[in-house]
């Protein structure tokens, strides 16, 4: 008899689990809440799937144990990745480091991961939310939606976290996991868009983009930054560095603490290149406005609002601007700070941060508090940077389990 494994979730991590364990000889159904399975792939990387990266390095996750987390990126690193979708047919290339299948289309992932749980014969159970896992005295486990139930040997809970709940992570897999009597830590959005105080301010300039160096501050104090495009929008700032930092703000914004992010629009200056800077254009003074002066160092669209906020009209000659308003603009273009109230919420977030605490799972994957359950994918407490690091802990945590429940 074959060993009969559950998979509830047909996402990345499921997938992968559910090839896993197929090819190691168990008979596998995936239990699948929507009408298809991999939704969430479809808007990995703009929609090109950015499948991992070459620079895999533990130092680009969050959780609860960077030491475990880093031995189940070594089991299943970025070379398995590759030899696994070479395996099913996908060719692969790379931009940087960067991972994304040759045609750039997340639908080519997908399709891949398809026909191989076709062709390995694997069972989709589609609109079923599973809500409830119980251990048997028989050993067995038993998964139910409700209506119908299921005895099966071994089950990888897959179902994500709460990013992008259209998709169906809603947050429902810590529920299953706390029944069993996991510990589930905060959730927060990652990965996501920051939203600010100074919206009136924000709207003069929304769709600026700039190479900046972003620090946040809470309470006054450096917490981290990050480098790279900004985006300015409406409603607050964006782009890959603030997407990186946003995991961070959250979990400050929930204790409260006032959260700032200080921007440097010239990053690529060191101090003393400013200083000097400032003082050769001061022979374009002649007989200038401050719009004309100020013209070719920053956006014009920023270069206004600053000029603005330093007290300095466009069309105010320079010689009758007095050096403090002078020198308070070129202090905004690198201290230009904007008041952070909170994110845009879990449905435009890649990833949510928090989770079940990888303290209470083996390095197998099993649960220690359930004998024959598994997890992979969002639902633990790991979540990463931008660059395929999120669907490389997918591909790493679902193999891990499949291979391990099948044996």
Not at 59 to 67: A, I, K, R, S
Not at 387 to 400: D, F, K, M, V
Request: with cysteine.
């Amino acid at each position: 008899m074959k060993k009969q494994i559950g998979v509830i979730g047909g996402g990345a991590a499921g997938m992968m689990a559910a090839i896993t364990a197929a090819r190691e000889g168990a008979r596998v159904t995936i239990f699948e809440r929507n009408d298809r399975v991999g939704k969430k792939i479809l808007q990995t990387g703009n929609g090109k799937c950015n499948l991992g990266n070459r620079a895999l390095s533990v130092e680009c996750y969050h959780g609860t144990d960077l030491q475990w987390i880093g031995k189940a990126l070594e089991r299943f690193d970025t070379e398995d990745t590759i030899r696994f979708f070479q395996s099913i047919g996908l060719m692969i290339k790379e931009k940087n480091g960067y991972l994304y299948p040759v045609c750039e289309q997340a639908a080519a992932v997908l399709d891949v991961l398809r026909y191989e749980l076709q062709a390995l014969d694997v069972e989709i159970v589609f609109a079923r939310k599973i809500i409830k896992v119980e251990r048997m005295d028989s050993g067995k486990l038993l998964v139910s939606d409700g209506e119908k139930e299921w005895l099966l040997d071994a089950v990888i809970v897959t179902c994500g976290g709460k990013a992008a709940p259209a998709t169906g992570s809603d947050g429902s897999g810590f529920k299953i996991a706390k029944r069993l009597g996991h510990t589930c830590t905060l959730t927060v959005p990652a990965l996501v868009q920051l939203r600010c105080q100074e919206t009136d301010l924000l709207k003069g300039i929304a769709g600026v983009r700039a190479d900046s160096e972003i620090r946040i501050l809470c309470d006054g104090e450096e917490v981290c930054r990050e480098r790279g495009e900004l985006q300015l929008t409406d409603y607050g700032i964006s782009g890959i560095p603030v997407f990186q930092l946003s995991r961070s703000v959250n979990y400050r914004l929930r204790e409260r603490r006032e959260c700032v992010a200080q921007i440097d629009f010239l990053p690529e200056l060191s101090e003393e290149e400013y200083r000097k800077l400032q003082e050769s254009r001061k022979l374009l003074q002649g007989d200038r406005t401050a719009e004309e002066f100020f013209t070719g160092i920053l956006h014009k669209k920023l270069t206004s609002t600053l000029l603005k906020l330093a007290g300095i009209r466009l069309a105010t000659p320079m010689r009758e601007i007095p050096e403090e308003k002078i020198r308070n603009f070129y202090g905004l273009c690198r201290n230009f700070r904007l008041h952070i109230t909170e994110s845009n919420p879990y449905e435009n977030a890649q990833v949510s941060a928090g989770g079940v605490a990888v303290t209470e799972v083996k390095e197998t994957m099993e649960s220690m508090r359930c004998p024959g359950v598994y997890f992979a994918g969002e639902i633990l407490d790991v979540d990463g940077r931008c660059g395929g690091y999120n669907l490389q802990w997918a591909w790493s945590s679902g193999y891990l389990a499949g291979y391990h429940a099948a044996q």
